[in-house]
């Protein structure tokens, strides 16, 4: 069974909680990165650890779980993140130990696994047994934009949830309400989000948004410039800054992107199958990104 999903409204989540309001299994949250399966996976937990649900069943914002989940250090919740680039078996561990006591504020327990992807093979192993626990009433969510590197035997106990991209329509009403955005500023940040909710989130910090409009006058310049003028703003791009630029110009240069006018067809085309072809190699250490960017933008 295949439930596609958007971050639009925490409430698209009701189907998975039973008439107690407990969740029917353990669930996985995959799609491409910055669509909104954090934002989705906090919601749900900030409902579930809630003391006091309202009538409409949202959580109150008042009950003392509530308030220590706003301020970000709730007891019965884990949020497991890669540290230098996996996620470990000891800190799958950490996770079992967590579930072994009982909550202290809410009625369950519930743990986050962001980048599930990075979990070792040993530390999925070593989670298989918790997901295999026939009494386990707590929850544990996966959230991957990769989820074929995980385990099948994973992937089989785990509801599979897949999140696709927003509307901007729904981008922009979404800021308005949940983020009190102005409307000018959440049109500007919806137009230029192309359907990813997570994306927005990170667009509201200045620095950010900076950045991202940097990518995209880069881009402008690699495809008009001469070579000399090419080979100088690429000598310019720092290591670190690479793996986000090859992200936001491949959002600018796919087929239903805002800005495709700026490059002509071909040419968008030869450059997006280009920088495809070697994104998903872009991390491993012995890759010259400067030189691979160069061959890129000097051939076109
Ligand atoms: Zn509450």
Redesign the pocket.
Known sequence: MEIFLTAKNKRNLDFLLNEDNRLIQNVLFWGEESIGKKTMALYLAERLL????TKNNE?????Q??LMFKKNYHPDLLIVESQEKSISIEQIRQLINFFSLKPILASLKIAIIDEAEKLTVEAQNSLLKILEEPYFNDLIILITAYPQKLLPTIKSRLLNLRFIRAKNEEIREFLIEKMKIKQEKAQLIAENANGKIGEAIKMLDDDYWQEKQEAKKKLKELVKGNDFDKLMIISEIQEEQFSFLFKEWLDLLRPLAKEKILIEEPKRKILLKNLLEVYPFLDSTNLDRRLLVENIFLNI
């Open positions: 809630c003391q006091q649900r959580n109150c914002g008042q009950c779980s509530c």
